[in-house]
């Protein structure tokens, strides 16, 4: 289960304080990254570095015999100690400006080029190109020096050989591809990495990292073509893309299974956490040892009746409170499908976060109490049945399962049932749901009834032979995946984690992503490094549209990055504004909307301050025809062409090009007022 962190209230300095603890865990089962590793052989550097800087080096010297003295095999000269020693110094300082992002190679080129001079040989990393650097490496070595680099190349690739088995003494994890190049050749029939020299095309060179605590031996196995892909996606800058068959891989990865993406909706103390909760449980996915624990804190709390909320209720205010702040997110399994379950709150004042859970989601469970007075209260102008439904229709989910829960508190009456299910299917009909995509169940989340199995209670068994929740879940269509669009990730979660980079998560709306990838963020039109990947914790070498994914990226200022940004395909990036154009459906509003009014663009996980600019039109509903040109204002249940200004860039798609990334909510002083979708991009 994952929360959404408060990633600017983190004190990195103090996470950082463990960082010696970081070393250690080379020996450990934790996931480790390459930076992680690199800080640990970073030391063993500085310590030959100022081993030779302080002391001349003698003959008996370890180090030196191992490393430096050691004949040539092709009898090339060597680097001296002294020398090899200012090669780590100006590759050190180098790499501090750089990263990972240019392979040792280039680096060693430019360093040996520039006589030792850091400054200069980053000038010269920084202002050529790839063959520029290369003309380097053909007109000014001498072949003396030539065979230097060679030598150093060798050198430095056999530190890289000795790094090897540090970093293979931690569980390599087949899924994800190790920051530091594994040449196939040091690969054996098993799997195991062997030391061994690494040729100069498998030099280092910026790779994503390992980052798993796999202990499969069959991720080990699987390495040898692990070590095919580094390669494939190690080749310099202009990295090949390995190809591979989405569509036909998405259907092996899950066992033929669809993927879902499940938002529960409803006004708070409907009981949405409850039955989810109690659903999770039933299923197997909460263990009894922790289900009892639950249930004794929460009587110990004074609230028995929460103990099945807090299976997704975690934080401790939550539980206080006894309501859902944030989006609590698990998986769970049907019988065709694999589901993402987001719990989204109930409570009015949480509702940005229900806007970014019902963004990420495909289809929707609308939970609402059958106890007397309570659904009424929940349905009436204040309560969050209806704009949750709204909400969640305008972001474009467009199936909906409505729970007719705490049906207990009304003895299983059907015609309870049947009144909440008319006045109920009227508002969705108007809401935009199709009659055919909404379904009613009569549900009961503290009891469990009608969850996972059909209820076998009397009185609902004698009106009621439909499908229990579970089934009806299974029953959703599972929307199109748009795999072969370009690369879209709205960020819904930024967050520092152990190793290099920062990890983001968030759902792919559009196309798919490989470990090695570069990908622009917008705004604020950066390029980073994906260097892992994981869904549902499990890493991978790719994901694609549909999938709820954690990526950890490197070469981009996690300051940068933001809830909302956007991760796009650099050659196909998404487009930026402060001003567009939206067709949009005024709500239920008591007063009209006017120009210059200040509202909040809720745009996937983002909300923006934005100006209502200009009323361009009042439009016909269905025809789209304009009834009205530059109208003075804008009233309940019209339709309008208007003109949005933000107050900083923001990254949107047109309707017409990206239905997915198209659709946008409005919100004034804490209430919904308008859905819209982008017509036109302005500035
Ligand atoms: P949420 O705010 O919608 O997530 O609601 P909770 O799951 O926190 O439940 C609110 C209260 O309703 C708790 O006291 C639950 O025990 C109670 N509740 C939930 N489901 C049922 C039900 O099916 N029957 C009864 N009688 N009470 C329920």
Redesign the pocket.
């Known amino acids: 289960m994952a929360r959404h962190r408060n990633v600017r209230g983190l004190k990195y300095d103090e996470d950082f304080e463990d960082d010696d603890v970081y070393g250690q865990s080379v020996e450990d089962d934790y996931c480790i990254s390459p930076a992680t590793a690199a800080q640990f052989i970073y030391k063993r550097d500085d310590y030959n570095r100022r081993a030779f800087a302080e002391e001349p080096l003698e003959e008996g010297d370890e180090y030196a015999e191992d490393k430096v003295e050691e004949p040539s095999h092709n009898n090339q000269p060597i680097l001296s100690g002294v020398d090899q020693a200012r090669l780590h110094c100006c590759l050190d300082e180098i790499r501090e400006v750089l990263g990972d992002s240019v392979s040792e190679q280039v680096l060693v080129d430019a360093v040996l080029n520039s006589q030792y001079d850091a400054h200069k040989a980053l000038d010269l990393v920084l202002s050529e190109d790839s063959q520029q650097t290369s003309k380097i490496k053909t007109q000014s070595t001498a072949p003396a020096q030539k065979s230097t680099i060679g030598k150093a190349r060798e050198q430095s690739a056999r530190v890289d050989a000795d790094i090897v088995p540090k970093v293979a003494k931690m569980t390599v994890s087949g899924k994800q591809i190790t920051g530091f190049n594994i040449p196939s050749a040091n690969v054996d029939e098993n799997g195991h990495l062997r030391k061994g020299t690494v040729t100069e095309e498998t030099s280092p060179s910026p790779l994503p990292e390992v980052s798993s605590k796999s202990n499969s031996t069959a991720h080990v196995a699987s390495l040898t073509e692990e070590a095919a892909v580094v390669q494939t996606l190690s080749k310099g800058s202009t990295k090949t893309r390995q190809q591979i068959d989405v569509k036909a891989e998405l259907e092996k990865r899950q066992g033929g299974k669809q993927l879902l993406n499940l938002v529960v909706i409803?006004?708070?103390?409907?009981?949405?956490?409850?039955?989810m909760?109690h659903l999770l449980y039933l299923l197997g996915k909460v263990n009894k040892r922790i289900m009892h624990k639950y249930e004794q804190e929460s009587k110990k709390a004074g609230?028995a009746?929460?103990a099945?909320?807090w299976v997704?209720?975690e934080t401790g205010e939550e539980r206080e409170r006894?309501?859902?702040m944030d989006v609590g997110m698990t998986t769970f399994e049907t019988k065709t499908k694999v589901i993402t379950l987001m719990?989204a709150p109930?409570?009015k004042d949480f509702i940005p976060n229900m806007i970014t859970g019902a963004a990420q989601a495909d289809v929707a469970i609308l939970?609402v109490?059958a106890?007397r007075g309570e659904f009424e209260a929940g349905f009436e102008a204040g309560g969050q049945t209806r704009e949750h439904a709204l909400l969640v229709r305008s972001l474009g989910v467009t199936q909906l399962a409505v729970a007719v829960?705490?049906?207990?508190?009304v003895n299983w009456q059907p015609e309870r049932f049947k009144e909440i299910s008319n006045k109920l299917g009227h508002f969705l009909k108007q809401a935009g749901f199709k009659d055919s995509d909404v379904a009613y169940i009569p549900?009961?989340?503290?009891?469990g009834e009608n969850l996972i199995t059909r209820s076998q209670v009397p009185e609902l068994k004698v009106w009621y032979n439909g499908p229990c929740l579970l089934e009806q879940i299974d029953f959703f269509k599972s929307p199109q995946r748009p795999v072969e669009k370009p690369f879209r990730l709205c960020v819904a979660d930024v967050f520092k984690d152990q190793g290099s980079g920062f990890s983001v998560t968030g759902k792919i709306e559009a196309g798919y992503v490989q470990t090695g990838d570069r990908v622009l963020v917008m705004p604020p039109n950066e390029t980073c490094i994906v260097k892992g990947i994981a869904l549902h914790d499990e890493p991978l070498d790719w994901a694609a549209a549909g999938d709820h994914v954690t990526l950890t990226v490197t070469g981009v200022d996690i300051i940068k990055i933001n809830v909302g940004c956007i991760f796009c395909d650099p050659k196909a990036p998404i487009k930026t504004c402060t001003r567009f154009r939206a067709r949009v459906l005024i709500f239920s509003i008591d007063i009209p909307i006017t120009q210059g009014l200040p509202v909040l663009l809720h745009y996937q996980t983002l909300s923006e301050p934005c100006t209502i600019r200009r009323l361009v039109s009042v439009l016909h509903k269905s025809t789209g025809e304009v009834l009205k040109k530059k109208p003075k204002c804008l009233t309940k249940g019209q339709n309008a062409l208007i003109e949005l200004q933000a107050q900083r860039p923001v990254s949107l798609e047109l309707y017409k090009d990206f239905k997915e990334l198209g659709r946008f909510m409005l919100r004034y002083s804490g209430s919904s007022i308008a859905a819209g979708v982008v017509t036109e991009i302005k500035e």
Do not use: E, P, R, W
């Open positions: 409803g006004h708070v103390d409907a009981g949405k956490s409850t039955l909760g609230k009746s929460f099945f909320a997704l209720d006894g309501v859902t719990d109930g409570h939970v109490d106890s829960n705490k049906m207990d508190q549900t009961t989340g503290l009891n």
